[in-house]
C-alpha cells in the first residue's frame, strides 16, 4: 500500500493551483455558478461510522453531482479486496443498521473555512 501522506507545501500547491484553474475547466456558462467546490467539510462522527463498518481497511471519494449541478464529494468505506462497502438494498431511505455513504457537508462555497495555507 502507498504512503497517502503528502507535505503541507505539496498539498499547498495542489489546492493553490485547483483553485487558479477550476473555472477554466468548466464551460464559460457556468464559471459563476459555483459547479466546484474548494472543499468540503464533514463531521468527525459520519468518518467513525464509515471507518468502524465491519471490514473496512479504507476510504474511496467519488464525485457526484446535486441536481442543481454542483460537484460533491461522495465517501464510501472499502474493504481489503478493495471493494465499495455499500448498503444491500438501493432504498432511497438511510437505515441505522447499512453501511454508510457519507455526502451531506459544508461546502465551500457557500459555508467556507477561515484562511489556511490550503485555502488562501
Do not use: Q, W
Not at 455558478?33 to 479504507?58: K, S, Y
Amino acid at each position: 500500500m502507498p504512503n497517502n501522506f503528502i507535505s503541507l507545501e505539496a498539498a499547498s500547491k495542489m489546492t493553490a493551483l485547483y483553485r487558479e484553474e477550476m473555472t477554466r475547466i468548466l464551460d464559460y456558462r457556468f464559471e459563476s455558478e459555483n459547479i466546484l467546490p474548494l472543499c468540503e467539510t464533514f463531521d468527525r462522527a459520519a468518518f467513525d461510522a464509515l471507518l468502524n463498518e465491519t471490514g473496512c481497511t479504507g476510504v474511496r471519494i467519488y464525485y457526484g453531482m446535486s441536481e442543481d449541478l454542483k460537484v460533491h464529494a461522495i465517501v464510501v468505506g472499502v474493504n481489503s479486496d478493495n471493494e465499495d462497502i455499500l448498503p444491500e438494498t438501493n432504498l432511497a431511505e438511510v437505515s441505522e443498521t447499512d453501511p454508510v455513504i457519507i455526502e451531506e457537508a459544508f461546502r465551500c462555497p457557500d459555508v467556507c473555512p477561515p484562511k489556511s495555507a490550503l485555502n488562501s
